[in-house]
């Protein structure tokens, strides 16, 4: 009965279990999608065990080689778990010599008048019986040898409970002279029947386990052999039960009587043809990763973790190589550099020796700004594009007053732009490095505003044409450890540029695209 109950427990469960159980919550369903159903068909031999049995394993006198056929109905749950409906037809014999007969109202060997005891020499067959089970089943190879080895192999435990229809006939093995013929009169636990071509068939409760090997041979066919040893709810298959036996009487057969013997069993060993359902059908690979664009693979033979790419993790080498692969090409050192201190990066710089505070043009050469001043103003030269020009005054520490030399610089300069009426400044705050950055950004932005306020004050009628920007101590043009090198730091770069151009900022000043 613990046998019983726990069969039928493993296929319910089997078979109410989601598929959301499956590994990492994936569905089959889901975006790798993965064939789940089958169809198998089988043939064989069946060998019954019970009463009537000689031998285990060869046949007795008169008994008959006898087979079955199935079909098969395969859901597989997960890559582990499964179930199906199994559908059988086949036939059973037996044979045993001197079965003693006993008398069921004693319990006393049976004897004939002259005190010999009755012995008899019978066989049976069960020329058709139908069964139908409900199994579930455990895919062992995936349980101990995971999914990467036997990949092709599908090796499973199954079982579960169903029922059977049966009839049996018994026979004298000396003149082979029916003895009996099975009945349905209080003959069942269950007291079906099925009354079928003249014969009245009986129904049981049956209890399959077996063990069965798949190999996949194709995207849709599988080969296997399968083995089932069958438990039925019954004693009568062989139309008798054990110890209470009477042939000639029929005791003890039709009751529902237990004899000393175990209930009747037979197996069925078979070869079993698979075909997998399911849309674009492909065989899981001997060795690799699977590819789940090639089409679906079946769950029998498959897990959906297999169908997910693992994440590429390089190791040192290969991102050394793929950084190798990738570097940009050496950027020229003078590109953030400024010799000269003219704001002219020393790439594009033609002088990068001028002296400090010289006017340069936007290659780097140095210019007399007066004689370019007092060549212009009398010519009134109005042009449509003007030359880059960079130059800077510089601040006492702490301050953002204008210097006198420098208002002088900027009134030439004020001078110089009304005539050109294209050309726009640039003013580009700085500090040095004695104060906190905060600090040094906010004292570079007032030295750009006195600058601004000083150019309008001096006539510069258009804002608009002037731009500013300020850095703090993040731009010096010298070393902040001299006390040369914190005066040159104080400054504001004055650059008047085309008004029709753009630029793009370098750490060293503007280049134009």
């Not at 058709?128 to 990949?151: C, E, H, P, W």
């Not at 209890?207 to 019954?234: A, I, K, M, Q």
Request: hydrophobic fraction near 35%; charged fraction near 25%.
């Amino acid at each position: 009965m613990k046998f019983k109950f726990t069969c039928a427990a493993l296929a319910v469960w089997l078979m109410t279990m989601p598929e959301s159980q499956a590994q990492n919550g994936r569905s089959y369903e889901g975006q790798n999608k993965m064939n789940t159903w089958s169809v198998s068909a089988y043939g064989g031999i069946t060998r019954f065990f019970g009463d009537l049995r000689q031998y285990d394993f060869k046949r007795g006198e008169k008994e008959s080689l006898t087979g079955a056929w199935g079909l098969s109905v395969n859901k597989q749950i997960t890559p582990l778990f499964g179930a199906q409906i199994t559908f059988s037809n086949g036939s059973l014999s037996g044979s045993k010599k001197d079965v003693q007969g006993i008398d069921l109202a004693t319990r006393q060997p049976l004897v004939d008048e002259n005190g010999i005891p009755v012995l008899y020499d019978v066989y049976f067959k069960s020329p058709s019986y139908i069964q139908a089970t409900l199994d579930g089943t455990v895919n062992l190879n995936r349980l101990f040898f995971g999914y990467n080895k036997m990949r092709r192999w599908k090796m499973d435990l199954h079982a579960g409970f169903g029922i059977m229809y049966f009839y049996s006939e018994l026979y004298d093995m000396f003149d082979d002279r029916l003895l009996l013929r099975s009945n349905t009169e209080a003959s069942s636990k269950t007291a079906g029947t099925w009354n079928r071509n003249g014969s009245t068939y009986t129904r049981e409760w049956v209890f399959p386990l077996g063990l069965s090997f798949h190999y996949e041979l194709s995207p849709r066919f599988d080969l296997g052999l399968s083995f089932t040893y069958n438990h039925v709810n019954t004693e009568k298959i062989d139309l008798t039960v054990g110890s209470l036996t009477d042939y000639d009487r029929q005791s003890g057969l039709w009751g529902f009587y237990m004899g000393e013997s175990k209930k009747d069993r037979y197996a069925f060993g078979a070869v079993a043809l698979t075909y997998k359902l399911g849309k674009n059908a492909v065989r899981a690979p001997k060795t690799g990763q699977t590819d789940p664009t090639k089409g679906r693979y079946h769950l029998r033979y498959a897990s959906p973790d297999q169908l997910i790419v693992p994440p590429y993790n390089p190791t040192m080498g290969d991102a050394d190589s793929v950084a190798k692969a990738n570097m940009p090409k050496p950027v020229d050192p003078r590109l953030y550099t400024d010799s000269d201190g003219d704001g002219v990066a020393d790439l594009f710089d033609k002088e990068p020796n001028t002296p400090p505070g010289s006017w340069v043009s936007g290659g780097g050469v140095a210019m007399n700004l007066p004689q370019l001043i007092e060549a212009a103003v009398p010519k009134d030269l109005n042009k449509d594009e003007c030359d880059a020009i960079f130059g800077s005054i510089e601040f006492d520490t702490d301050r953002s007053t204008i210097r006198p030399a420098a208002k002088e610089t900027l009134a030439q300069l004020t001078e110089l732009l009304k005539n050109k009426p294209n050309c726009r400044v640039v003013l580009i705050g700085h500090a040095d490095a004695r104060a906190s950055d905060a600090y040094n950004k906010n004292l570079s932005k007032r030295r750009v505003d006195a600058t601004k306020r000083e150019l309008i004050r001096l006539g510069f009628a258009d804002p608009s044409r002037i731009s500013t920007e300020y850095y703090g101590e993040l731009r010096p043009v010298a070393d902040n450890k001299t006390t040369a090198g914190l005066q040159a730091n104080r400054r504001v770069e004055i650059r008047i540029l085309p008004s029709n151009t753009l630029y793009e900022r370098y750490p060293s000043g503007f280049r134009t695209r």
